[in-house]
């Protein structure tokens, strides 16, 4: 069976501080997404990424696909009060399939102002 | 409207109840998906369904039943539901089942007593 292990489970910094978060599996995916969920809202896709040792940025975010495609990370700099929710990595495969893609169970980001 | 919109946002049932959850999706989309979200715990897959045919079901009680009438818009109907299905019920949907990258729904907030 395949699982997503995300940490850390919570975490609270200060505004301004930098951090990562981690999405682990002992399972290759052929893709990995990463999705921010807010309170009383669904989560929506920040990234895909599809090759190992991919990196891709969004504004200060940085996100990395491990070289064996099981892992993946996210680190914010300079973190802001809007980025405060819950943080899920999605991985698919290793037969791309949307019916395939398993969740880890995410990493609860709290930003202090 | 665009994207995946999910009716009601909110639901208090009792469990002799029969509701039902709505789902549309304005994108185009061929595979529609219902998952469920409870704390603490990984997104949980629940039903697929690729162009208006259930493509799968993950050993979900009988209590559910899901009905997709045309290819925008999925529903899920509930009824003698447990406590323990409280949780947030969201609706997912890709361009097909081979697209890995799923968008979704706001979601119902499901509350049985």
């Known amino acids: 069976t395949q699982l997503l292990e995300q940490s850390p489970q919570f975490l609270s910094i200060q505004e301004g501080e930098n951090l990562t978060v981690y999405c682990n599996s002992s399972?290759?995916?052929?893709?990995l997404q990463w999705y921010r969920q807010e309170p009383g809202e669904g989560p929506v896709l920040l990234v895909t990424?599809?090759?190992?040792?991919e990196v891709k940025k969004l504004k200060r975010l940085t996100f990395q696909f491990g070289d064996a495609r099981k892992d993946s990370s996210l680190h914010i700099t300079a973190a802001q009060p809007g980025d405060t929710g819950l943080y899920l990595c999605a991985g698919a495969g290793p037969y791309s399939s949307a019916s395939k893609i398993i969740f880890g169970s995410g990493t609860r980001l709290s930003i202090r102002p | 409207e665009t994207g995946v919109t999910q009716t009601p946002r909110h639901l208090v049932m009792g469990m002799t109840n029969k509701k039902s959850l709505k789902c549309e999706q304005h994108?185009?989309?061929?595979?529609m998906y219902w998952y469920k979200q409870s704390a603490k715990k990984p997104l949980e897959l629940m039903f697929v369904y690729s162009l208006e045919e259930r493509v799968e079901n993950n050993s979900v009680p009988s209590r559910f039943s899901p009905e997709c009438p045309n290819s925008s818009h999925l529903f899920l109907h509930l009824h003698t539901l447990q406590p323990e299905d409280s949780a947030l019920y969201l609706c997912?949907?890709?361009?097909?089942?081979?697209?890995?990258?799923?968008?979704f729904g706001p979601g119902t907030r499901l509350t049985v007593l």
């Open positions: 997912a949907s890709s361009q097909d089942l081979e697209e890995d990258t799923q968008y």
């Open positions: 994108l185009g989309h061929n595979a």
């Open positions: 399972s290759v995916f052929s893709s």
């Open positions: 990424v599809v090759t190992g040792g």
